[in-house]
């Protein structure tokens, strides 16, 4: 099936500093998502990218659909304590809207 | 409202016994889907429903069933468990027919198989 892959597999920043993350595909996408889980809990939604090279912002989150259309990237600005969790990207397999595939994640720690 | 709800939150079971994780959305989802969760490899698609009566198959269906006789439910049974099915299992529901429509999730329930 298809694979995405996330990098970093995990980072440790400072409070404050920015954060860059990225997800590839071996194959296009029509529909990127970028999803955050907390410790403990099931993923939400942070970010929906539904175009080639469309910049989205969410607050302090920013996520790029790739020109290629088989990549997206997710920063974060101004780091903060609760950023802490794990980031997945994830889109629609090839060939159907139905069924989604999660990336690896990124897991995200901020020291003060 | 209570969104999605998931029980148990915790389960231990023994190699060949069955059991039925429950989940149940109050949003009125067409959309209803179970992943399940190991470590490095993100959320797997296990089975989805487009709607009451309509499942299909996700990438990783081996061992498991599924039904969805209302909107509100959507059981997923393991017929004869495995120790490679211990694993963290999230069930997520969202508008629509479409997996890219926001999915809300579950809590999770946390399965060992001994």
């Known amino acids: 099936g298809q694979q995405l892959n996330q990098s970093p597999q995990s980072m440790f920043i400072q409070e404050g500093e920015d954060v860059s993350m990225n997800c590839t595909s071996s194959?296009?996408?029509?529909?990127w998502l970028w999803y955050k889980q907390d410790p403990g809990e099931g993923p939400v939604l942070l970010i929906a990218?539904?175009?080639?090279?469309e910049l989205t912002s969410n607050g302090r989150l920013t996520a790029q659909f790739g020109i290629t259309r088989k990549d997206s990237f997710l920063n974060i600005s101004a780091s903060i304590p609760s950023d802490v969790g794990i980031y997945f990207c994830?889109?629609?397999?090839?060939?159907?809207?139905?069924?989604?595939?999660f990336g690896t994640g990124t897991r995200l720690q901020v020291t003060l | 409202n209570a969104g999605v709800t998931q029980t148990p939150k915790f389960q231990v079971l023994k190699t060949g016994q069955s059991m039925t994780l429950q989940c149940a959305q109050d949003?009125?989802?067409?959309?209803m889907s179970w992943y399940r969760q190991d470590p490095g490899m993100g959320l797997r698609l296990i089975h989805y429903?487009?709607?009451?009566?309509?499942?299909d198959q996700g990438e990783v269906p081996n061992g498991y069933n599924v039904s969805r006789s209302t909107t509100e439910d959507f059981p997923l049974r393991l017929l004869s468990a495995a120790p490679s099915q211990t694993s963290v299992y999230f069930c997520?529901?969202?508008?629509?027919?479409?997996?890219?429509?926001?999915?809300?999730f579950g809590p999770g329930t946390r399965l060992t198989v001994l």
């Open positions: 990218l539904y175009k080639a090279g």
């Open positions: 429903s487009v709607g009451a009566g309509i499942t």
């Open positions: 194959s296009i996408f029509n529909t």
């Open positions: 949003m009125n989802h067409e959309y």
């Open positions: 994830a889109g629609p397999s090839y060939g159907t809207a139905s069924k989604l595939t």
């Open positions: 997520a529901s969202s508008w629509g027919q479409s997996s890219y429509n926001e999915q809300f």
